[in-house]
């Protein structure tokens, strides 16, 4: 178990009226499924930026695990998807439908 601590964080976009996130603080538990949910425009892949160091912001965000965001960007879309995956995750297990659908038998 990790602990994601969010304290006083503000946070808005260069030339915006409106602060995106203002004195928020909260914590969240890495053991936790958690999805964030709201409608376009309301922050969510900003504080998924945010976690990831990606924008400069006020207050603290204190984390002991890597965040990472999903799609990955593939930069070339030329590879094939085993290459793509080995990209972004070098430590994959591979393991075929064939060996999986014994072991549930």
């Known amino acids: 178990m990790s602990l994601i ?10 030339g915006s009226y ?5 004195n928020v603080s909260f914590n969240i538990d890495t053991d936790w499924k958690l999805g964030l949910i709201g409608r376009n425009g309301k922050g969510k892949t900003t504080f998924l930026k945010l ?11 204190s984390k002991n695990v890597d965040v990472d965001y999903f ?3 593939v930069s070339n879309k030329n590879k094939i998807a ?7 995750s070098p430590n994959y297990e591979i ?3 064939s ?3 014994k072991e549930k038998n």
């Open 5 to 14: 601590s969010v304290n006083n964080l503000s946070f808005s976009y260069d």
């Open 18 to 22: 409106n602060n995106i996130f203002e």
């Open 51 to 61: 976690l990831q160091g990606i924008y400069e912001y006020k207050g603290t965000i």
């Open 71 to 73: 799609p990955f960007e």
């Open 82 to 88: 085993i290459e793509i995956v080995n990209d972004i």
């Open 95 to 97: 393991k075929e439908l």
């Open 99 to 101: 060996e999986y659908a």
